[in-house]
């Protein structure tokens, strides 16, 4: 268990749609990353979040959205879904954003658009 | 730019030795990671390497040579469950780490 949770676990809806993955980080970390998997594929960043504020972004879709709040739990809103945009999403979390920046992984939401 | 390159997949048989390499090219480096990544769950942490030479833990070993923009990760003594994704990720610096697209490894009695 790395300490940060995801919620749901599953989620499937249909195209157009809108959803919210949450993420919980680890205690005490600052930073927020989240990144989407499609299947067979590697990992691609999306953006990430230091202590409530963007610090970079990845290849993010227009209709992808995000935030993280005071309390350092982030939201990843997901507009106008396709059928593409089904995959795991991950959330991670670490202390710093450089330097020895291990990330700690949460177990995922898998979406299904159908 | 950021570059990542390791092989997509790899096959190995049981109780052998296996060597993942990784090449990077990126605009600053402060370290590199391996990810251990099995199918439909998390990626989990391996190793870290920021100056050269070998990191040994257990059945699994990583090598770094920064003068290379080179890694690999040595598994030995390998097991069924050693049948995952392998990723290698570097951290540039103050910016996000930069994964590659992992190598899919089959361990195969």
């Known amino acids: 268990d790395s300490g940060v949770t995801q919620t749901p676990k599953h989620l499937i809806t249909a195209t157009g749609q809108r959803v919210t993955l949450r993420c919980s980080p680890r205690s005490g970390d600052l930073s927020v990353y989240w990144y989407q998997q499609s299947l067979d594929q590697g990992l691609q960043f999306l953006i990430q979040?230091?202590?409530?504020?963007?610090?970079a972004k990845g290849n993010i879709l227009e209709r992808f959205s995000a935030q993280q709040f005071p309390d350092l739990h982030s939201e990843l809103n997901l507009s106008s879904l396709e059928l593409g945009d089904s995959a795991l999403y991950f959330c991670a979390s670490s202390v710093r954003t450089g330097g020895y920046n291990e990330q700690f992984f949460g177990p995922g939401t898998r979406l299904t658009v159908l | 730019g950021q570059n990542i390159d390791q092989p997509t997949e790899m096959t190995a048989t049981e109780g052998a030795i296996v060597q993942i390499n990784c090449t990077y090219q990126t605009s600053g480096f402060n370290g590199l990671f391996w990810y251990q990544q099995h199918a439909g769950e998390a990626p989990t942490f391996l190793s870290y390497n920021v100056l050269d030479g070998l990191e040994e833990k257990g059945r699994f070993s990583s090598f770094l040579s920064r003068s290379k923009g080179y890694s690999y990760l040595l598994l030995k003594e390998l097991q069924m469950k050693d049948s995952a994704s392998y990723l290698c990720a570097v951290s540039p610096g103050n910016t996000p780490l930069v994964f590659g697209k992992g190598t899919r490894l089959s361990v195969i009695a």
């Open positions: 979040y230091y202590n409530g504020e963007e610090r």
